[in-house]
T-cell receptor
């Protein structure tokens, strides 16, 4: 069974640009969550999608948005990029919603660097 | 400017010894706990989970212990191997939330 796939693996952007990251969950998983990982803040929850609807949201500004398609694939968009957005963005999929006692399985992330 | 990173506690373990990684969680309402392992350049990998109605669960070479009285979680790794070198995260979950700890760096020495 294929794991969570994230594309691209690496991305370099400049301030003010926007970026879209993609995540394909494990087959059969309907929940997709996004996280930001930085040396300073650790793993921070961005949002969770389930059945094409955002179900939970962390404390990130509106520049961070996402969506989920009918095949459970998800995209995350960041607009008006700032230097502080440089991070590893991780996607995780699960059979159930956060808190349903189903483990989340992570992809290897997209490393985003802002110049 | 220079970025300030989280200071990860480090556990140095000799190959073949048992490792114990500790985690204090914050929310007494958390009812689901997970341990993840993250190797350099990779995403977190699920190791083992435990629900709040249990105090111990065993997997292959790993055991998780949960003490709800003091809000403490631990991961024991038996016969630690070089491939166990990684950062280990605990996570606590309740409905709609999953919060990760800062992590512990495990270094296995020959």
């Amino acid at each position: 069974k294929a794991g969570v796939t994230q594309t691209p693996r690496y991305l370099i952007k400049t301030r003010g640009q926007q970026v879209t990251l993609s995540c394909s969950p494990i087959s059969g998983h309907r929940s997709v969550s996004w996280y930001q990982q930085t040396p300073g803040q650790g793993l921070q929850f961005l949002f969770e999608y389930f059945s094409e609807t955002q179900r939970n949201k962390g404390n990130f500004p509106g520049r961070f948005s996402g969506r989920q398609f009918s095949n459970s694939r998800s995209e995350m968009n960041v607009s008006t990029l700032e230097l502080g957005d440089s991070a590893l963005y991780l996607c995780a999929s699960s059979l159930g919603l956060l808190g349903s006692n189903q483990p989340q399985h992570f992809g290897d992330g997209t490393r985003l660097s802002i110049l | 400017g220079e970025s300030v990173g989280l200071h990860l506690p480090t556990l140095s373990v000799q190959e073949g010894d048992n490792s114990i990684i500790n985690c204090a969680y914050s929310n007494s309402a958390s009812d689901y706990f997970i341990w993840y392992k993250q190797e350099s350049g990779k995403g977190p990998q699920f190791i083992i989970d435990i629900r709040s109605n249990m105090d111990k669960r065993q997997g292959q070479r790993v055991t998780v212990l949960l003490n709800k009285t003091v809000k403490h979680l631990s991961l024991q790794i038996a016969a630690t191997q070089p491939g166990d070198s990684a950062v280990y995260f605990c996570a606590e979950g309740s409905w709609g939330k999953l919060q990760f700890g800062a992590g512990t760096q495990v270094v296995v020495t020959p």
